[in-house]
Nanobody, 124 residues
Framework: QVQLVESGGGLVQAGGSLRLSCAASGRTFSPYVMGWFRQAPGKEREFVAAIRWSGGSTSYADSVKGRFTISRDNAKNIMYLQMNSLEPEDTAVYYC?????????????????WGQGTQVTVSS
């Protein structure tokens, strides 16, 4: 089984930065795509960004383009989300996800493996 563990969440003031990490492990860990989603209270789970493991092509939600950067360290099996210029609207639980499909999908149902989530709170 694949295990995903997020870290790096916390409390930050508007305009500040955080870097989230997602450490992946498992006997058969070989994802084609990994991504970040977030879910705020009372809202649907929302796509943030995705990255293709081989080649590193990326996709971003319009709401985070220019502010967030997704990256990965293939050797360490770690995915990152660098979040700059944070806004109160970014407050949510952030989830790491992985899939063995090829598409940089924005749909939660496309992802097979999920982390437990890490809370990001942005104060105004």
């Amino acid at each position: 089984q694949v295990q995903l563990v997020e870290s790096g969440g916390g409390l930050v003031q508007a305009g500040g930065s955080l870097r989230l990490s997602c450490a992946a492990s498992g006997r058969t860990f070989s994802p084609y795509v990994m991504g970040w989603f977030r879910q705020a209270p009372g809202k649907e789970r929302e796509f943030v960004a995705a990255i293709r493991w081989s080649g590193g092509s990326t996709s971003y939600a319009d709401s985070v383009k220019g502010r967030f950067t997704i990256s990965r360290d293939n050797a360490k099996n770690i995915m990152y989300l660098q979040m700059n210029s944070l806004e109160p609207e970014d407050t949510a639980v952030y989830y790491c996800a992985a899939t063995r499909t090829f598409s940089l999908s924005s749909r939660p149902g496309s992802y097979d493996y999920w982390g437990q989530g890490t809370q990001v709170t942005v104060s105004s």
